[in-house]
C-alpha cells in the first residue's frame, strides 16, 4: 500500500503568490516524522522542513510551512511569495519508527514558477 | 565544508564492470543511508548503517555491497554492473534513527553502458 501519496504530478504558480503542494500519508503508529525536500534540475535533495507527529504547532522555515492535519493524515507544503528558484521537484517523506530510521517517498510534485 | 559529500559525481562505466561510490558526512551523525533514484524521479532505501552496524537492507541484490568503515563514512560497491543499474544514487545521514533531519549528498548519477 503506498505510505506517502503525492496526487499532484506538476503545479504551476506566479511568482510571488503562495502555493500549496498537497502530501497525505497513511501509518498505524502514533510516532512519525514528516519531511518535506526540493530537488532543483541539478539534482541534489535539499532538506526544507520536518513535522513530528506529536508537535502541536505547525512547522515553519522561512517562507516554507507545513500545514499537518493529523485526523486528515495530511502534511502539505506551502510555499509563500513563489520565487523563479522555488522552480524543482518536491518530495514528501515519512519515518516511522522502528524502521532503522529509513525514508519513505511520495511520487513527488514538479512545480514550475511563471515569471 | 559540505555536510554529505559524495564522489564521484558521474559514473559512466561498461556492463560487468565494478564500481564505488564514496560517501562521507561531516556533520557528527551516527546512522547513513544508501538511496536509488530511478528514471521515474522515485526515491527508495537501499541500505541504513547505524555506528557501523548494517540496520536495513532492502531487498538489493547481492551485487551491490555498503562498507561503513567508520560511522562518518559509508561506501557503495557494486560488482558486475547492469544497464537497470542505471540511477541517481544518494547518500544520506541523519543523527539516530528518529532525528528531525536527514541530509543527503549530492547524488552520483550512475549509466551502464
Known amino acids: 500500500a503506498q505510505k506517502i501519496t503525492q496526487t499532484q504530478p506538476g503545479m504551476f504558480v506566479q511568482e510571488k503568490e503562495a502555493v500549496t503542494l498537497d502530501c497525505t500519508y497513511d501509518?498505524?503508529?502514533?510516532?512519525?516524522?514528516l519531511f518535506w525536500y526540493k530537488q532543483p534540475s541539478s539534482g541534489e535533495m535539499i532538506f526544507l522542513i520536518y513535522?513530528?507527529?506529536?508537535?502541536?504547532q505547525n512547522a515553519t522555515e522561512g517562507r516554507y510551512s507545513l500545514n499537518f492535519q493529523k485526523a486528515r493524515k495530511s502534511a502539505n507544503l506551502v510555499i509563500s511569495a513563489s520565487q523563479l528558484g522555488d522552480s524543482a521537484m518536491y518530495f514528501c517523506?515519512?519515518?516511522?519508527?522502528?524502521?532503522?530510521?529509513?525514508?519513505?517517498f511520495g511520487q513527488g510534485t514538479e512545480l514550475s514558477v511563471k515569471p | 565544508d559540505t555536510a554529505v559529500s559524495q564522489t564521484p559525481k558521474y559514473l559512466v562505466t561498461q556492463m560487468g564492470n565494478d564500481k564505488s561510490i564514496k560517501c562521507e558526512q561531516n556533520?557528527?551523525?551516527?546512522?547513513m543511508y544508501w538511496y536509488k533514484q530511478d528514471s521515474k524521479k522515485f526515491l527508495k532505501i537501499m541500505f541504513s548503517?547505524?555506528?557501523?552496524?548494517?540496520?536495513i537492507n532492502e531487498t538489493v541484490p547481492n551485487r551491490f555491497s555498503p562498507k561503513s568503515p567508520d560511522k562518518a563514512h559509508l561506501n557503495l560497491h557494486i560488482n558486475s554492473l547492469e544497464l537497470g543499474d542505471s540511477a541517481v544514487y544518494f547518500c544520506?545521514?541523519?543523527?539516530?534513527?528518529?532525528?528531525?533531519?536527514?541530509?543527503f549528498g549530492q547524488g552520483t548519477r550512475l549509466t551502464v553502458v
Open positions: 544520506a545521514s541523519s543523527r539516530g534513527r528518529a532525528g528531525t533531519e536527514a541530509f
Open positions: 513535522q513530528g507527529s506529536y508537535d502541536e
Open positions: 517523506a515519512m519515518r516511522e519508527p522502528f524502521q532503522g530510521g529509513k525514508l519513505i
Open positions: 548503517y547505524n555506528n557501523k552496524e548494517l540496520i
Open positions: 556533520l557528527g551523525h551516527d546512522t
Open positions: 501509518t498505524s503508529d502514533q510516532s512519525y516524522g
